[in-house]
C-alpha cells in the first residue's frame, strides 16, 4: 500500500477550478518535488492535503495510508501522521512555542494510544532537535512565531516537524525568502529526517532547495495539472530552459 | 436622568437606613449623606439620553422597588471556597453586613490597619472623615450618590508611610439567595500613606442560588507620593445581579497605581474607573478583562483625569463575547491644562465569537494642554481563520485550539497583574470560566468568517 494515493483530484476555491486532476503517489522513503510557476496550484494542493476547510474538493480521491483523507479534520490529519509545512507560518501572540509544541506532541500520542509525555521527559528531546536546527533556545520562552524573521519562522516549521516525526512531510515552499545559510540549515533539519519510513514532498518555485534535498522525483505542476514527471535530473532541466518548456500555455497565463 | 421611580420606596429605605446607620451622631457624615440623598432624587437615575449611560441601560434597575439585603449568618465552612490563600487579611461580607467570624485579621502586618468602614467610624471617626466622600462624585454620578446615600459598611484599609505589604488584602463580598430583590452599597476606603505599598482584591460573588440583587459599590483609595498601590476588582455574581461599581483614585506625586478589572459574571454591570493623577509624575495603569455569555451586559466606563504634568496612564481593555452579550468599553481621557507632557494610551481589543454578540467601544479625548501625547485604538474581531487552522495542522483539537487562542487573548491582561496571589486567583477563575463559555465549540457560519475591523488614531 503506498503511503499517499491522489487520483483525479480537482479543487475549486470560490467557484475557480485550481486543480484539474492531478494523480500523484507517494511510498513511504520516497522524496518527490513538486515545481511549478506562481499559480500553477501547488500551494493549493500542499493546504488541502492539510485538510484547509477552504477548498472544495468536486472529484477525485486521496488515500492516506489507504484512508481516506478527505473525511479527516486537519487534526486528524495530523494525528495520523501528516505534516505541513507553512509557506507563511502564523504568528499566535499569548501561545508560547515550547508549550504548543508539547500541547500538539501529547495530542498526536494520545490519539496513537501513546502516553503522554510530561516537560521532563520532552524537554531533553526538544533540546536535541533546537541544536539540530541551530535554533535559539530563548526563542522557545517566546510566543508562537510572534517576532520572529522570516528565516526562524521557517525553521521552527521544521523543529516541529523533527518533533513530531510525522509520515508524510509537506514542505510548502520552505525555501522562499530563506539566505543561503538558513537554506543550508533548514535543508540540513530536513535531510536528518529522511528515513525508510517517511516520505517528503517538497513544494517549490525554484530548484535551488533541491541541491540540498535531493529529491527521488520530480513533478512539474502547470495550470493545476502535472504535466511532467522525472527523476532529479528533470529539475536542472527546469532550471535551464525554464517552465514555457513543459507547458502547453504561456507562462503566467492564470492567476 | 429621570424622575425616581418607586421614590416613596427609596424614601422609606433612606429613613431607614439613617436610623441604624453608623456614625449617625456625626454630623459631617449626616449631612455627606443627606446631600448625597437630595442629588439622587434630583437626578434619578441615569438613562441612555445620557452621554455617559448611552449605551447602557439601567431602567431594568430604575423601575425595581429592592430592600436592604437581609442579616445572614453564614458559617465558614460555606465560604471556605471563597478563599484567597496566602492574603495578607480577608475581609468578608455577607448582604452588605462585615461578617467578623468568617474574616480573618490576626496576620495584619504592621503599620497596616484593616477593619470594616462601619467600625472605623465608630472608633475613629476623625480618620475617616480625612476622606471620605472627599473624592467619589456624587454630582456627576446618581449610582455614587446613591451609594453615598447608604453609606453603610465596606472596607476600611491603611497604610502607614513608607509600609509595604506584600500580600495583597482580600475582600469577599457575598450576597445570598432572597425572596425579594434586595441591595447592597458597600463602601470603602483605602488609603496608603507616602511611600506605602499595597494590593487590594474586590471580589464579589454569589452564595445559595439566584435572587435579583443589586449590589452599587464605591472605592475611594487614596495613593500618597511614591505610594505603589494595586485595586483588583473580580465580578463573578450570578446572571441576575446588577452590579455597579465606581473606583475612585486620587494619586499624589509619583505614584504608582494599577487597577485591574475582571468581570465574569453579573447580569447588568457596570464598571467605573476614575482615576485622577493629581500629582507630578504619576503612572497609572487601567487594565480589565470582560467575559461576556448569554444576554450578559458588560460596560466598562473610563474617566482617566491627568490634572498634573508629567504623569503616564495606560489602559489595556480586551473583551470576548459570545451569545447575545453586549459589551462596552468607553474610554475618556481628560488632560487638564496644567497638565503638560501627559503620555496617555488606551486600547481596547475585543472579540465577537457569535453574531449576536455586540460591542460599544468609544474613546473619549479632551485636551486642554498643548504638550501632550494621547493614543487611543480599538479593534473588534472573531478567532482568527488562520490561527485556528495552524494548530489543528499540528494535531491540536479544535475545541482545544480555540480554548487555547482564547486564553492567550485574556492572558495579554491577566500577565499584566503584578501581584503573584491575585493573578493566580484570578487566573484559574478565567480559565474555569473559559471552560464553559460556549464560543469554544465550533460554530458553523461564524468559523470561516474573518471580520476584522481596526480603529487606530493619534490625537
Known amino acids: 500500500m503506498s503511503l499517499l494515493e491522489i487520483r483525479n483530484l480537482h479543487v475549486s476555491v470560490g467557484g475557480n477550478e485550481i486543480l484539474k486532476g492531478i494523480d500523484l503517489t507517494v511510498n513511504a522513503g520516497e522524496v518527490h518535488s513538486i515545481m511549478g510557476p506562481n499559480g500553477s496550484g501547488k500551494s493549493t494542493l500542499a493546504q488541502v492535503l492539510a485538510r484547509r476547510d477552504a477548498y472544495q474538493v468536486t472529484e477525485g480521491s486521496i488515500l492516506f495510508e489507504g484512508k481516506n483523507l478527505l473525511e479527516m479534520k486537519p487534526e486528524e490529519a495530523a494525528c495520523e501522521g501528516l505534516f505541513l509545512a507553512f509557506q507563511y507560518p502564523v504568528e499566535i501572540p499569548g501561545i508560547g512555542n515550547t508549550y504548543f509544541l508539547r500541547s500538539a506532541l501529547n495530542a498526536q500520542r494520545k490519539h496513537r494510544g501513546q502516553d503522554e509525555m510530561d516537560a521532563m521527559d520532552f524537554l531533553p528531546m526538544f533540546r536535541e532537535k533546537l541544536k539540530l536546527l541551530e535554533m ?35 514542505l ?84 | 436622568m429621570a424622575a425616581v421611580a418607586h421614590i ?6 433612606f429613613t431607614e437606613a439613617e436610623k441604624s446607620a453608623a456614625g449617625r451622631s456625626l454630623p459631617w457624615l449626616h449631612r455627606l449623606r443627606e446631600d448625597a440623598f437630595a442629588r439622587f432624587c434630583e437626578t434619578g437615575f441615569p438613562t441612555t439620553k445620557d452621554e455617559d449611560w448611552r449605551f447602557t441601560n439601567v ?68 480618620e475617616v472623615e480625612k476622606h471620605l466622600g472627599r473624592y467619589a462624585d456624587t454630582q456627576r454620578d446618581p449610582f455614587v450618590a446613591l451609594n453615598t446615600a447608604f453609606i453603610g459598611d465596606g472596607a476600611y484599609v491603611h497604610v502607614a508611610r513608607g509600609v509595604v505589604v506584600e500580600a495583597p488584602i482580600y475582600l469577599l463580598y457575598l450576597s445570598t439567595k432572597e425572596e425579594a430583590a434586595t441591595m447592597t452599597h458597600p463602601r470603602n476606603l483605602i488609603v496608603a500613606d507616602d511611600e506605602a505599598q499595597v494590593a487590594v482584591i474586590e471580589d464579589y460573588a454569589s452564595v445559595g442560588g439566584e435572587s435579583v440583587v443589586f449590589s452599587n459599590a464605591v472605592t475611594e483609595l487614596v495613593a500618597g507620593e511614591s505610594t505603589v498601590a494595586q485595586h483588583y476588582l473580580i465580578e463573578r455574581e450570578h446572571l441576575k445581579a446588577f452590579n455597579v461599581s465606581t473606583l475612585r483614585i486620587e494619586q499624589g506625586r509619583s505614584a504608582n497605581v494599577a487597577s485591574h478589572s475582571v468581570l465574569l459574571g453579573g447580569g447588568l454591570v457596570r464598571n467605573n474607573v476614575h482615576p485622577v493623577l493629581a500629582g507630578e509624575g504619576g503612572e497609572c495603569l487601567i487594565n480589565g ?69 455586540q460591542i ?37 483539537s479544535e475545541m482545544e485550539a480555540r480554548k487555547l487562542l482564547l486564553m492567550a487573548f485574556a492572558d495579554e491582561c491577566v500577565e499584566r497583574m503584578q501581584s503573584d496571589v491575585a493573578r493566580g486567583h484570578i487566573e484559574r477563575l478565567v480559565n474555569e470560566h473559559l471552560l464553559f463559555t460556549e464560543g469554544i465549540a465550533p460554530q458553523s457560519g461564524t468559523l470561516g468568517r474573518v471580520v476584522e475591523r481596526k480603529l487606530e488614531e493619534v490625537g
Request: aromatic share 6%; with cysteine; hydrophobic share 40%.
Open chain 1, 172 to 255: 510548502d515552499e520552505t525555501d522562499s525568502g530563506l539566505d543561503i545559510d538558513a537554506l543550508r540549515i533548514v535543508a540540513q533539519g530536513v535531510n536528518s529526517l529522511r528515513s525508510p519510513e517517511r516520505a517528503m514532498v517538497v513544494v517549490t518555485h525554484y530548484q535551488r532547495l533541491l541541491n540540498y534535498i535531493v529529491p527521488d522525483f520530480v513533478h512539474v505542476l502547470v495550470d493545476g495539472r502535472i504535466v511532467r514527471s522525472g527523476g532529479k535530473e528533470l529539475a536542472l532541466e527546469l532550471e535551464e530552459k525554464g517552465y514555457s518548456w513543459t507547458e502547453h500555455e504561456p507562462v503566467g497565463a492564470r492567476a
Open chain 2, 360 to 396: 460599544d467601544t468609544k474613546p473619549q479625548l479632551e485636551i486642554y494642554a498643548d504638550d501632550v501625547k494621547c493614543t487611543h485604538g480599538a479593534t473588534i474581531g472573531q478567532i482568527e481563520e488562520n490561527a485556528l487552522f495552524y494548530l489543528q495542522s499540528r494535531g491540536i
Open chain 2, 289 to 357: 478583562l470582560f467575559l461576556g455569555t448569554g444576554s450578559q451586559h458588560l460596560d466598562n466606563y473610563m474617566h482617566v483625569e491627568h490634572a498634573a504634568p508629567h504623569c503616564g496612564s495606560r489602559q489595556f481593555y480586551n473583551g470576548i463575547l459570545d451569545g447575545q452579550a453586549h459589551g462596552v468599553f468607553h474610554g475618556r481621557i481628560v488632560v487638564h491644562k496644567i497638565a503638560q507632557k501627559t503620555d496617555a494610551k488606551q486600547t481596547n481589543r475585543n472579540l465577537l465569537l457569535s453574531d449576536d454578540a
Open chain 1, 136 to 170: 535559539d533556545d530563548k526563542l522557545m520562552n517566546r510566543s508562537l512565531n510572534e517576532g520572529f524573521s522570516g528565516g526562524e519562522k521557517k525553521r521552527n516549521e521544521i523543529l516541529q516537524m523533527a518533533v513530531l516525526e510525522p509520515k508524510l512531510a509537506i
Open chain 2, 59 to 126: 431602567s431594568a434597575i430604575a423601575r425595581t422597588a429592592f430592600r436592604p439585603a437581609s442579616a445572614v449568618r453564614l458559617a465558614p465552612g460555606d465560604t471556605a471556597a471563597w478563599r484567597v490563600d496566602d492574603a495578607a487579611a480577608t475581609l468578608v461580607f455577607v448582604n452588605g453586613r462585615f461578617s467578623a467570624e468568617l474574616s480573618e485579621l490576626d496576620f495584619v502586618p504592621k503599620g497596616v490597619t484593616v477593619a470594616s468602614l462601619r467600625g472605623r467610624i465608630e472608633s475613629h471617626p476623625e
Open chain 2, 8 to 13: 416613596d420606596s427609596w424614601l422609606e429605605n
